[in-house]
């Protein structure tokens, strides 16, 4: 199931979404074939009935835990926009939590010999507030990841700082050139020009 568009705030635009790596069925799907090969070799090679009910129910177990597990991997997000990082998970109950990319200060990456040959990995978020730290388990390409959210903290960053010297506090020549604007356009009098100009040669 996809992120939902409708939670995006406006501008905000997804950059990826990722689920966990498919390491994760590696172990119940296994699990599922082997009891039903050892069920059938039971039921072949030993003729044993008894035997291969056990297995043969041990695998339909088996078969219910992929189903389990396959629930909870398609209900696991992880989603990085333009404006912040996103976790969701479960399957009945919903949990969810939110990381604005201004607030994240370091991204660790972390692997084990046999994740770098699968290209999986763990990803450690820190970030300001009471809970600084957020583990993302079985992230698949994990150092693309870490890089793609490197690069939006610098975009946002830079619109952040466009943003501040837009809203940059005119110098007082340049307020008293507006005011020039607005007296030559009728809205200002003379007066109120030369009290309002008088009033910021004062602060000079």
């Not at 039903?36 to 008894?50: C, G, H, K, M, Y």
């Not at 396959?70 to 969810?96: E, N, P, Q």
């Not at 692997?111 to 300001?128: I, P, Y």
Request: hydrophobic share 45%; net charge neutral.
């Amino acid at each position: 199931m996809a992120f939902p568009r409708k939670l995006l705030n406006d501008g905000e635009d997804v950059v990826a979404e990722l689920r966990p790596h498919w390491w994760v069925f590696v172990k119940p799907v296994a699990t599922v074939v082997l009891l039903f090969v050892l069920a059938v070799v039971a039921q072949i090679a030993v003729d044993n009935r008894v035997l291969t009910f056990v297995l043969a129910g041990a695998g339909l177990v088996a078969l219910v835990w992929t189903g389990l597990r396959y629930m909870r991997w398609s209900t696991t997000v992880f989603v990085i926009t333009t404006d912040r990082l996103i976790l969701r998970h479960g399957v009945m109950a919903k949990h969810g939590k939110e990381i604005p990319l201004e607030r994240l200060n370091d991204i660790t990456v972390s692997q084990s010999f046999f994740e770098r040959l699968l290209r999986a990995g763990d990803v450690l978020l820190e970030s300001g507030g009471e809970r600084g730290q957020e583990v993302v388990s079985n992230i698949p390409r994990p150092f693309e990841v870490q890089n793609v959210i490197y690069a939006e903290i610098e975009r946002a960053q830079a619109r952040t700082a466009d943003r501040m010297a837009g809203r940059r506090e005119l110098s007082i020549p340049e307020q008293i050139e507006k005011l020039d604007e607005l007296r030559q356009k009728g809205t200002l009098s003379q007066a109120e020009f030369d009290a309002k100009k008088a009033q910021l040669l004062d602060r000079l």
